[in-house]
């Protein structure tokens, strides 16, 4: 049955207030309004002082969220911070936010709310920040308890804990690219591998011979250790350390380096990883303006190390703050 409660269109607004704060507004369908009689869609009965129906002709919203809906409810429990609400991530069924709240009542409510709006997620979070080179999110639990998930993204599962290690919604689109960049005949190096974001695709769609995926950080290691195993990859090879001290002696034709701090320093141990030619995934952070810059340290470098930088192909990956872009520059190169 399609639960709304029936109010009169002058009290309907005060109704919508009240229903919102009790968490049983359906987001899931339309208000209707017809001859001055509104229907509010509710999930269940909240109240003995309201009149209940079963709609007749319910109008289901698509289920595409848009950003202001949400700002607008949340508006309604944290007042003005609502408008800080920039995006969500929903990483399995942990929802990640980024808000400034500050009481336990303010966080309370905005966990609720918001898992209102995304009924398959079991837990909201508060990403305040990354830190250090191991890029450790700190976050806090908004509601619900259980942190580590399981995403399934692209035919690939990914099992993390949103509190140790990052995954970022916004690499979407360069997790697919990866994925189907590679083929059967090459050898590849992850520099940076995390929790296994571009070494699980790869691996699993391109299918090349070898993946050797570098990373430093334990907690991230020890999933993307477990990420090879739940996908089912006999192509990848995982080693825990710094990149620059297990480079392997085997050469490769192919390396990612999706790190966006500093990568330059790592660019010459990328270099001698490769055979005579190959291709390196550098990303970086670059303020606007600056990418013929980053372009020409990638050719000094390279000429360096007696290789040419034959072709550069440069992507953006996200905006990253006011002024700065996380790019990706294909960098095609031969001794
Ligand atoms: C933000 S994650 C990125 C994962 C994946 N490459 C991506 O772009 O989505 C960067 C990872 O690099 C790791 N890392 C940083 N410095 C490293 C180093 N010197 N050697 C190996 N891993 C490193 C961090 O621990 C972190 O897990």
């Not at 309907?12 to 009790?22: G, Q, S, Y």
């Not at 508060?126 to 035919?155: A, C, M, S, W």
């Not at 810059?293 to 996200?318: H, P, Q, Y």
Request: glycine residues 6%; contains cysteine; hydrophobic residues 40%.
């Amino acid at each position: 049955m399609n639960l709304a409660v029936r109010v009169d269109k002058r009290e309907a607004e005060a109704v919508r207030r009240k229903l919102l704060k009790d968490g049983v507004l359906d987001h899931g369908r339309a208000i209707l309004e017809k001859r001055g009689i509104v229907e509010i869609p509710v999930t269940r009965r909240a109240s003995p002082h309201l009149e209940y129906i079963g709609q007749k002709n319910p109008v289901y919203r698509p289920l595409r969220l848009s950003l202001e809906t949400v700002r607008e409810s949340l508006k309604e429990v944290i007042g003005e911070k609502a408008r800080h609400l920039r995006r969500w991530e929903l990483v399995g069924d942990v929802i990640v936010v980024n808000l400034p709240l500050k009481t336990p009542k303010e966080k309370e409510k905005t966990g609720r709310l918001l898992l209102k709006f995304f009924p398959r997620a079991k837990t909201v979070v508060n990403r305040l920040g990354i830190y250090d080179t191991f890029r450790q999110p700190r976050v806090e639990v908004l509601y619900g308890g259980k942190t580590e998930t399981l995403h399934r993204e692209n035919k690939c599962k990914f099992k993390m804990d949103v509190t140790m290690v990052m995954f970022s919604a916004g690499n979407l689109e360069e997790r697919r690219r990866m994925a189907f960049i590679s083929n059967r005949d090459e050898t590849v190096l992850d520099m940076f591998a995390g929790i296994g974001q571009f070494t699980i695709p790869m691996a699993k769609h391109s299918r090349p011979k070898k993946v050797l995926a570098i990373e430093k950080n334990p907690a991230a290691f020890r999933y993307l250790w477990e990420n090879v195993k739940l996908n089912g990859l006999d192509n990848v090879e995982v080693r825990l350390g710094d990149c620059r001290e297990n480079i392997p002696k085997e050469k490769v034709d192919r390396v990612l380096m999706g790190y966006i701090f500093d990568t330059r320093v790592f660019l010459p141990y990328a270099l001698r990883a490769l055979k005579g030619e190959g291709v390196i995934h550098y990303h970086c952070l670059v303020r606007r303006g600056m990418e013929k810059n980053e372009e020409s340290i990638l050719r000094r470098t390279a000429s360096s190390l007696g290789f040419k930088a034959t072709r550069i192909k440069r992507r953006k990956v996200k905006s990253y703050s006011p002024g700065y872009h996380h790019l990706v520059f294909d960098v095609d190169v031969e001794r």
